[in-house]
Antibody, heavy 115, light 107 residues
Framework: EVQLLESGGGLVQPGGSLRLSCTAS????????MNWVRQAPGQGLKWVST????????YYADSVKGRFTISRDNPKNTLYLQMNSLRAEDTAIYYC????????WGQGTLVTVSS | AIQMTQSPSSLSASVGDRVTITCRAS??????LGWYQQKPGKAPKLLIY???NLQSGVPSRFSGSGSGTDFTLTISSLQPEDFATYYC?????????FGPGTKVDIK
C-alpha cells in the first residue's frame, strides 16, 4: 500500500522558518519526481514546488522562490520542504504528492503563520 | 507563467445529469493536462491524465477531451459521490498551474 506521511506543520510567527517532511512507502520513491502542493483555508489548490527523481533539478512557484527549498533523501524515502521568511499568506495545508499518473497524495500538514 | 481558467466556477446539478466543465490555458499546452477531484477534508485525486486518459480505477462516466488551449471534463451521469470540487492542472511547463476549481453541488 502506498503511503505518504507528512510531518512538521504547526504554528509559526511571520518571518519564521519551518521544515516539512514527507516519508514515502509502497512505491519506488527514487524513480519519480515529487511535489509540494498547498491549499489555503477555503481556497483552491496551488502548486508550490517539484523536485526531479534524482534531486538534480528543482522548480518553484514565483510566490515561494528564494524562500522555500525542496529537497529529498532517496535512501530514506523522504521529501522535504524548508520554508523560510514565512508570511501570513503561506498559511495552508501542505500536501506532499506524486501528481502524475498514478498519483499519490499525503494527508496534508497544516502550516499556520500568525503572530 | 501559464494561466488556467475554469468555467463555470460552480454548478448545481441533479443525480443523473450530464455535467461539463471547461478549462482554458493562456497558451498552448499540447495535451499536458490533468483533472483532479477533491472532496472536503480530503486530498485531491487524479481522474484524467494527458487530457483524455482515464486514471485506473476511475469510473468510466468520467471523460476528458481537448488539446492545445481548450479542455473539457465530462461526467456522463452524475452520481451522489461525484459532488466535489474539480481542478485542472497544466504540467506542460514550470511553474505548473492549477485552475481555480469548479464546485459541483446538489440541485
Amino acid at each position: 500500500e502506498v503511503q505518504l506521511l507528512e510531518s512538521g506543520g504547526g504554528l509559526v510567527q511571520p518571518g519564521g522558518s519551518l521544515r516539512l517532511s514527507c516519508t514515502a512507502s509502497g512505491f519506488t520513491f527514487n524513480s519519480f519526481a515529487m511535489n509540494w502542493v498547498r491549499q489555503a483555508p477555503g481556497q483552491g489548490l496551488k502548486w508550490v514546488s517539484t523536485i526531479t527523481a534524482s534531486g538534480g533539478s528543482t522548480y518553484y512557484a514565483d510566490s515561494v522562490k528564494g524562500r522555500f527549498t525542496i529537497s529529498r533523501d532517496n535512501p530514506k524515502n523522504t521529501l522535504y520542504l524548508q520554508m523560510n521568511s514565512l508570511r501570513a499568506e503561506d498559511t495552508a495545508i501542505y500536501y506532499c504528492a506524486k501528481i502524475v499518473s498514478p498519483d499519490y497524495w499525503g494527508q496534508g500538514t497544516l502550516v499556520t503563520v500568525s503572530s | 507563467a501559464i494561466q488556467m481558467t475554469q468555467s463555470p466556477s460552480s454548478l448545481s446539478a441533479s443525480v443523473g445529469d450530464r455535467v461539463t466543465i471547461t478549462c482554458r490555458a493562456s497558451q498552448g499546452i499540447r495535451n499536458d493536462l490533468g483533472w483532479y477531484q477533491q472532496k472536503p477534508g480530503k486530498a485531491p485525486k487524479l481522474l484524467i491524465y494527458a487530457a483524455s486518459n482515464l486514471q485506473s480505477g476511475v469510473p468510466s462516466r468520467f471523460s476528458g477531451s481537448g488539446s492545445g488551449t481548450d479542455f473539457t471534463l465530462t461526467i456522463s451521469s452524475l452520481q451522489p459521490e461525484d459532488f466535489a470540487t474539480y481542478y485542472c492542472l497544466q504540467d506542460y511547463n514550470y511553474p505548473f498551474t492549477f485552475g481555480p476549481g469548479t464546485k459541483v453541488d446538489i440541485k
